[in-house]
């Protein structure tokens, strides 16, 4: 595990492959760390990629370089973050792939930064999200698979989330993944990241900001509001779902019309919502589709 400071973060990361290949960073979701993606960046930095896996913000070993700073992770500070982590290793551009957290992070460079984005891979499909408008309530199906949202906007889910962390989540990706048969040792590599002494203070401000029950950070009111008009993420990309996914929704057609290089769109079957453990070939495919 090496580190990259940033004005905020010193941020751990896994890196692998030549340090002359074209650099692709992989980005994990809630609740996860780095370790999702052992079964795919080996493979890719065998190809010869330069391959880089970061914990985000409040996870592993990653850390906020000052106390005084806010522990906040609305979507345009992990987006912002993954741009500064380019900045201090010199990447001037880099292929994206991730899910949940990591695939929104990945899509808002996307939208910001295009440029700077050889591909992207999204986990999920267009997953930014509107904190500027209060949306309207899903169908009750739909609104019970959120059930861990309403609980960690609550006193009682942040006092849950402090002390049963590693049941917890590891409830959840039972949950979302259910035709997944991880077993205790895949589950132990991942559970000490939660350890970190942000993750509560980090995971609660993500799941309230986004519901309009927690402030952001001003500096990046411009951006949640130019997000909130759904642009769209015009750097070729390729959308894969996980077909056994117990959480993430079905993308509209209007979402997908948001990619206008959109090279692919595939489900994949027998995967859930944790697809680099699940189903590491189609995530490797991907990426290998999108450079091409």
Known sequence: MRTARTSILEIGYEVSGPDTGTPVILLHGFPDDAHAYERVAPRLAGEGYRVLVPNLRGYGATRFLESSTPRMAQQAAIAQDLLDFMDALGLDRVALAGYDWGGRAACIVGILAPERVRGLVTIGGYNVQNTVTPSEPAPPHRERMHWYQWYFNTARGRQGLAGNRYELCRYLWREWSPTWDFDDAEYATTAPSFDNPDFVDVVIHSYRHRHGNAPGDPRFDAIERRLAGRPAIAVPTVILHGGDDAVAGWPSEREVRAFPALRARRIIPG??????????????????????
Do not use: K, S, T
């Open 271 to 292: 995967a859930g919502h944790f697809m680099p453990r699940e189903a590491p070939n189609a995530v490797v495919d991907a990426i290998r589709d999108v450079l091409r």
